[in-house]
Nanobody, 116 residues
Framework: QVQFVESGGGQVQPGGSLRLSCAAS????????MGWYRQAPGKSRELVAS???????NYEDSVEGRFTISKDYAKRTMYLEMNSLRPEDTAIYYC??????????WGPGTQVTVSG
């Protein structure tokens, strides 16, 4: 079973930037689509961005143009570059497989706090 560990979160001022990392370990796997999710207090977890094997990406409307998802296959690591951060981006960010019925156990997530 693959395990995910997220890192790179922190507190930044509005307009700031962060790069999140998602390291995978354990069983070898190659899902068609991977995604970054986030969950804010009192809200359900939502998909923020996804990336398919061919590099095709999709973004939630509110982060389009501000966030960039990428993968380093050699390092088995996925990234989320976040720019022009807003207070509403504050949440715990997670990574996982973005394929129905194929998601793995959730990792610990990494906290992103945007406040000035």
């Amino acid at each position: 079973q693959v395990q995910f560990v997220e890192s790179g979160g922190g507190q930044v001022q509005p307009g700031g930037s962060l790069r999140l990392s998602c390291a995978a370990s354990g069983s070898i796997f190659s899902p068609y689509v991977m995604g970054w999710y986030r969950q804010a207090p009192g809200k359900s977890r939502e998909l923020v961005a996804s990336i398919a094997r061919g590099g095709i990406t999709n973004y939630e409307d509110s982060v389009e143009g501000r966030f960039t998802i990428s993968k380093d296959y050699a390092k088995r690591t996925m990234y989320l570059e976040m720019n022009s951060l807003r207070p509403e981006d504050t949440a715990i960010y997670y990574c996982n497989v973005d394929v129905p019925g194929r998601q793995m156990s959730w990792g610990p997530g990494t906290q992103v706090t945007v406040s000035g």
